[in-house]
T-cell receptor, first 113, second 115 residues
Framework: DGGITQSPKYLFRKEGQNVTLSCEQN?????MYWYRQDPGQGLRLIYY???????QKGDIAEGYSVSREKKESFPLTVTSAQKNPTAFYLC????????????FGSGTRLTVV | GENVEQHPSTLSVQEGDSAVIKCTYS??????FPWYKQELGKGPQLIID?????GEKKDQRIAVTLNKTAKHFSLHITETQPEDSAVYFC??????????????FGTGTRLQVTL
């Protein structure tokens, strides 16, 4: 079955560490997105990529980095520069030529300990 | 940039009653408005969407209405069931490529359907 897979489901990070969240899709979608979700807030866009080897900053990119070396993969690194990284992170993908809808992964909950 | 406001933040209805969630948007160029349902610990799932050339769309118990003049759109759920309990997000977008392809989300509505 086609879908979008995020791993791990839960992740714990010590202060000062970088961590990388995985996002893989087998939907052959061109565009991929990373959103952050905090309690009581909507989803806020961190980074997005329309094609391989290209990506753009979203609304809250500071302290995060991404890469898009393959169409199927869009990993997100939360760096030590991100001062408040504890949140629920959601990856999404979209086929740009067919329709407008996003397909979301099941999310990664990151906690700083 | 686009700003999407969503109300109410929480909504409790009895099983069988209707539920209505409202959103307003700021960018008059926005032309695509999806609604997502998110269950606890899961990613959001698209439940219905509407484009700006349509005023209303229905899918069984779910409907969405759009008023472009007033820049607001609403989600209507009829004959609510316990499995409708979840957080619902509205969103808006004004294009299909580049920066315009970003979805801007509302802050969510927690719907609880009681027996």
């Amino acid at each position: 079955d086609g879908g979008i897979t995020q791993s791990p489901k839960y992740l714990f990070r010590k202060e000062g560490q970088n961590v990388t969240l995985s996002c893989e899709q087998n939907l052959n979608h061109d565009a991929m997105y990373w959103y952050r979700q905090d309690p009581g807030q909507g989803l806020r866009l961190i980074y997005y990529s329309q094609i391989v080897n290209d990506f753009q900053k979203g609304d809250i990119a500071e302290g995060y980095s991404v890469s898009r070396e393959k169409k199927e993969s869009f990993p997100l690194t939360v760096t030590s520069a991100q001062k408040n990284p504890t949140a629920f992170y959601l990856c999404a993908s979209r086929e740009t030529s067919l329709g407008y809808g996003y397909t979301f992964g099941s999310g990664t909950r990151l906690t700083v300990v | 940039g686009e700003n999407v406001e969503q109300h109410p933040s929480t909504l409790s209805v009895q099983e069988g009653d209707s539920a209505v969630i409202k959103c307003t948007y700021s960018d008059s160029a926005s032309n695509y408005f999806p609604w997502y349902k998110q269950e606890l610990g899961k990613g959001p799932q698209l439940i219905i969407d509407i484009r700006s050339n349509v005023g209303e769309k229905k899918d069984q118990r779910i409907a969405v209405t759009l008023n472009k003049t007033a820049k607001h759109f609403s989600l209507h759920i009829t004959e609510t069931q316990p499995e409708d309990s979840a957080v619902y997000f509205c969103a808006a977008r004004r294009g299909n490529t580049g920066t315009a392809s970003k979805l801007t989300f509302g802050t969510g509505t927690r719907l609880q359907v009681t027996l």
